[in-house]
């Protein structure tokens, strides 16, 4: 009986954590992008390109490694469209964003279609004699993949430099204020660009990992809202990489439910079953506002996006 | 950030110019004559009877949609809503015609509307709200709200409402004589677009020369000032998101009864956000939204044909859309960029 239950608990984290695995990147990527002062809706269609760009490197080489590569690269370099529409032409971050989602769209819907139905090979998992047998620990390496670790140092390693590092200073006063972080020698462009970049390659790295590591296929639009829900768990995050993974866990957790009330035969419509992720991160965003104050946390020029 | 606030002559033909280019650049890299493809979009979109009533019938949820963006615009909102909220529309509007089908149609079709308006409507009022309540982010908001309808109109026709003459195909039943939206004879222009074009001239008036024009004016150009004059910014943010969501439900149920005639999943072809970006290209001004919306519509309509004769992928309409939008964020930023540089 215990037995069983800490194998089902098990499974249950491990279930949780790799759907939250490419939701963790992108919130990420997002988090960093919004700290110096810019909104990326693009987002939504960089982890579109990166799953996309990923999978198909990873089909033609056989090799994941290479594939979230790919797919990291071409987040990125889909990002500096919105980098470029932002702050060289000075165009609405909002508007930019959504151009950069609808080109992603379509030019993935076109190139996905060579995709459809093909097989990739999937990250090795982490089992291993030494772990085997042992309860939980067991269950758990032998379902994990290394993109659930490195979600995990990448947000780690993003806190630690963000608060601890004399460049991670530099994004943040950026963030507060691009001008007066100007005036104090600190090249706020090349920061910007840096960190829309920065958000694009962990956003594809995240879309690579959903198609490469997670689903193991490809589906046009697949990536279904997650660069959206990743806009809004940084809130939920309060702009803080240390926030992002308990916030991108409820969304596993909520997915990971889903999945399971399914294949346990419930008669329950799929599409119905399918809003709860969205309504959870909805009540989970509006709480966040009941319970905290926001204002004190955003980033001061980011404030000025939506005035 | 500086933006440019109005889209001067030479800023649009340059637009144009460069979009031009980026298209034929599209084609050549499709491996298609480009020329001749731009030509033939050109004659797809314009060229005969049946090519004109495509067009407009494509520009018809471009127009509402952009309309329900522009409304809520106008307070400096950004509603991204449009697409949950013709989705919405959609199912309420359904659900009267499947409620009361025989009905004549003098009253099922207002009726229908009405049902169609109140769920788009209500499907604007939520965010609203958590707006103004709870300073909640409308734009996430409404986002997020998009996946939401998108799913439940599927829940419903693979669902409850599936058709059982339709052979396993989700989709309702037929909708009856009495519940199609009236249309020019032989053609696909209907109701719809009076409606669009009758809203687009009833807001400039509203938010240009109205009792409330100014107020409104004042309010979202600083909110504080405006509630000085004793101006709620919370209600006029609720009653300007419900209003945009209304008109984006009847986009939708204009869909569901004019162009398809059943409501199943594929209603809409992303026009909530055409149209979000039609509405923003505009700056939120209605009367500018109907010639954009009409461009945008003919794009859309010449697109589709091409796909069907030009062996052109069914993605090229999404990417030129993306293209033209892009565009159009570029051009004016940089013209006055290179301005300023030569002013130096």
């Known amino acids: 009986m215990t037995a069983d239950f800490v194998a089902l ?52 080489t056989g090799n994941p490694w290479l594939g979230l590569l790919a797919g990291a690269l071409a987040g990125g370099a889909l990002s500096l469209l919105h980098a470029g529409l932002v702050l060289g032409a000075g165009a609405n971050q909002i508007g930019s964003g959504l151009a950069v989602w609808m080109i992603a769209l379509g030019g993935t819907s076109f190139f996905g279609r060579a995709l459809v139905g093909k097989q990739v090979t999937p990250l090795a998992d982490l089992g291993s004699p030494l772990t085997d047998g042992i309860p939980f620990i067991g269950t758990v390496m032998a379902q994990a993949t290394m993109a659930v670790p490195l979600a995990i140092l990448a947000t780690c390693f993003a806190a630690w430099w963000l608060a601890q590092t004399r460049p991670g200073l530099k994004w943040k006063a950026v963030g507060e204020s691009a001008r007066i972080a100007g005036e104090n020698g600190i090249r706020a462009t090349r920061v910007r660009v840096t960190a829309i970049v920065v958000g694009g390659l962990l956003a594809g790295f995240g879309g690579a990992v959903l198609s490469v590591d997670y689903t193991q296929t490809w589906a046009q639009e697949m990536t279904k809202g997650r660069g959206l829900v990743a806009v809004g768990l940084v809130i939920v995050a309060r702009w803080k990489p240390a926030l992002v993974l308990p916030v991108c866990l409820l969304f596993g957790l909520a997915e990971v439910s889903v999945l399971r009330i399914q294949s346990a035969g419930y008669a329950f419509s799929p599409h119905l079953l399918g809003t709860f992720p969205y309504l959870v991160v909805l009540v989970v965003l509006v709480s966040s506002h009941v319970f905290a104050r926001r204002a004190s946390a955003m980033p001061a020029d980011l404030k000025a996006v939506f005035a | 950030m500086s933006t440019v606030m109005r889209f001067p002559l030479l800023a649009s033909v340059l637009t144009a110019a460069c979009f031009l280019a980026l298209a034929a650049a599209f084609f050549a890299a ?100 958590l707006r103004a309540r709870l300073d909640v982010n409308e734009t996430i908001v409404t986002l997020l709200m998009n996946y939401v309808s998108v799913l439940l109109v599927s829940a419903l026709v693979f669902g409850p409402w599936r058709d059982p003459a339709s052979q396993g195909w989700p989709a309702t039943m037929k909708f009856p004589q009495g519940a199609v939206l009236p249309a020019v004879p032989d053609t696909r222009i209907h109701l719809g677009l009076l409606v669009g ?54 986009a939708g149920i204009a869909e569901v009864s004019a162009i398809q005639g059943r409501l199943q999943p594929t209603i809409s072809l992303g026009y909530g956000l055409t149209g979000f970006l039609v509405a923003w290209l505009a700056r939120h001004q209605p009367l500018v939204i109907l010639p954009i919306s009409l461009f945008v519509g003919a794009l859309v309509a010449g697109s589709d044909a091409l796909q069907l004769f030009a062996k052109v992928p069914a993605a090229s309409a999404v990417i030129m859309q993306g293209l033209l939008f892009a565009t159009a964020l570029a051009v004016p930023g940089l013209l006055a960029r290179w301005r300023t540089y030569r002013d130096r």
């Open chain 2, 197 to 250: 074009v009758l809203l687009a001239v009833g807001l400039h008036l509203f938010f240009n020369h109205g009792k409330w024009a100014q107020k409104i004016r004042i309010l979202a150009g600083n909110r504080k000032v405006g509630e000085m004059f004793g101006l709620s910014y919370a209600f006029w943010v609720v009653a300007l998101m419900s209003v945009g969501g209304a008109i984006a439900g009847i």
């Open chain 1, 9 to 60: 608990l098990a499974t249950w984290c491990i279930a949780t954590l790799r759907s939250a695995t490419p939701l963790i990147f992108a919130t990420l990527g997002e988090t960093l992008t919004q700290r110096v002062g810019v909104i990326n809706l693009g987002i939504e269609g960089e982890m579109l390109t990166g799953a996309c760009v990923g999978f198909t490197v990873g089909v033609a």
């Open chain 2, 30 to 129: 499709l491996g298609k004559p480009p020329f001749e493809m731009l030509s033939s979009l050109v004659v797809y979109a314009l060229g005969d009877a049946y090519s004109i009533s495509q067009t407009f019938a494509k520009m018809t949820p471009i127009l509402l949609c952009a309309l329900a963006v522009a409304v809520p615009g106008r307070l400096g909102l950004i509603s991204v809503g449009a697409e949950g909220q013709l989705h919405a529309g959609a199912i309420l509007g359904t659900g009267l015609v499947l409620l009361a089908p025989e009905l004549p149609g003098v009253v099922l079709i207002p009726l229908m509307l009405i049902a169609a308006a109140i769920g788009g409507g209500l499907y604007g009022w939520v965010p609203g709200m």
